[in-house]
């Protein structure tokens, strides 16, 4: 191959290695064959050729169309290697929109590949994790005031928490040998097998599963700067437990569980915006609780459901309504736990009308502002609820 274009699919492989994707050099040589024997002729066949060779895995897809788009972004690059390929080549067609998920890992990546190429002395490596210190000072730090880096820093910190591993047992037995319970029907069918000469007291007992988590997130212009980074831990959650429901709501509720599956966290949470219509909007508490009852609790708040409610309480509607809608979550619900930025100030005061109304129908109330707050609340979704987390405690010192 003539031409630096081996070479460019080089430093374009170690840029998709240090993004993440599982390249080796043998890829490189199978890449750098396949546009040769390819002989292509547009920027999109030249984009599938590598897709192909590169990309293993869906949710390595993202990451590598933002790294193409910045690698090749160089005016008539992708042209000029055509024109040397293929002396028919069309002219160059308009650049493609690129996707939000996965252009920071792209970047950062490309960013590195191309200090590597400009600096040919000798460098000296750095360790790039956290003094603890600084962790220590990054686990204390409110969400809202951290920079990008120690965003990013957080939410790897999330992905590697220890979620809980909490059980509840199900109405429906499962076979057991030292079960507590005689199971007869697998016994009669065992006798019929041996002809009835030997009787073998078969045992059941009560399943055990996971609960399921609910989560009703508020995504108003007061909760969008938390709501972020909380949706990073609720994709770790849905990510390690099977029963993990997700629900966003502003001016309406809707329903974001499936694009939280998606394995990578900036596609799930690209997925999420485009879902939403209403991030950073207003606020309908009451409203939205309603649809929820309406047409979801039934579905969802099912084997001893634990639901998770992330917002601020501070509701523009009537209270009267708020009430009655939290009194029919609290009763379809395990567990009701509500989780709000606001105690993260000394002085907070449950005086506002929407948060006296939401109080008395929610079994804890705990602050969810920095990591520390976010590490407390997962061990307490196994274990009962202590008196630092009793509502009404704030309902007394607010009267």
């Not at 120690?150 to 928490?161: H, P, Q």
């Not at 199971?183 to 009669?188: C, H, I, Q, S, W």
């Not at 990073?232 to 997700?246: I, N, Q, S």
Request: contains cysteine.
């Amino acid at each position: 191959m003539s031409g630096r274009l081996a070479e460019n699919i080089t430093f374009f492989a170690r840029a998709l290695r240090e993004a993440g994707l599982p390249i080796g050099p043998g890829a490189v040589l199978d890449a750098v064959e396949a546009v040769e024997a390819a002989r292509i002729g547009t920027k999109q066949d030249f984009y599938w050729t590598l897709h192909a060779v590169f990309v293993k895995k869906h949710e390595h897809s993202v990451v590598f169309e933002q790294a193409f788009g910045l690698f090749w972004k160089r005016r008539a690059l992708i042209e000029k290697i055509i024109a040397s390929l293929s002396p028919h080549s069309p002219g160059a067609p308009p650049e493609d929109k690129k996707p939000d998920a996965g252009a920071l890992r792209a970047a950062q990546a490309l960013l590195k590949q191309n200090k590597s190429e400009e600096i040919k002395e000798e460098q000296i490596e750095f360790n790039a994790r956290l003094t603890v210190s600084e962790r220590e000072i990054l686990q204390g730090k409110d969400f809202a005031q951290m920079t990008a880096d120690e965003v990013r820093e957080a939410r790897r910190l999330i992905e590697t928490m220890q979620m809980p591993d909490d059980w509840v047992r199900t109405r429906r037995f499962r076979a057991d040998a030292r079960g507590s319970r005689i199971d007869a029907r697998r016994t009669l069918r065992a006798a019929l097998r041996s002809g009835g000469h030997v009787v073998h007291l078969e045992r059941r007992e009560r399943g055990e599963v996971h609960p399921p988590i609910v989560a009703i997130c508020d995504i108003s212009g007061s909760m969008a700067e938390y709501t972020r980074t909380f949706l990073h831990f609720l994709h770790a959650l849905t990510d390690k437990r099977r029963h993990v429901e997700t629900f966003l709501f502003g001016t309406r509720l809707t329903n974001v569980t499936r694009a939280l599956r998606r394995r990578d966290p900036d596609e799930a949470l690209a997925r999420c915006s485009e879902e939403v219509k209403d991030w950073a909007g207003g606020t309908r508490i009451s409203t939205s609780l309603h649809r929820f009852n309406v047409d979801w609790s039934r579905r969802v708040l099912t084997q001893g459901a634990i639901v998770l409610l992330f917002t601020d309480g501070l509701e523009r509607d009537g209270t009267a309504e708020l009430g009655r809608e939290m009194d029919r979550l609290h009763r379809s619900c395990r567990k009701l736990v509500w989780l709000n930025p606001l105690l993260r100030w000394d002085g907070f005061a449950a005086k506002a009308e929407g948060i006296r109304a939401m109080l008395p129908h929610v079994d804890e109330f705990r602050p969810i502002h920095n990591l520390n707050a976010m590490k407390t609340l997962v061990e307490a979704l196994a274990a009962k609820p202590s008196l630092a987390t009793d509502p009404r405690a704030w309902l007394r010192k607010a009267s």
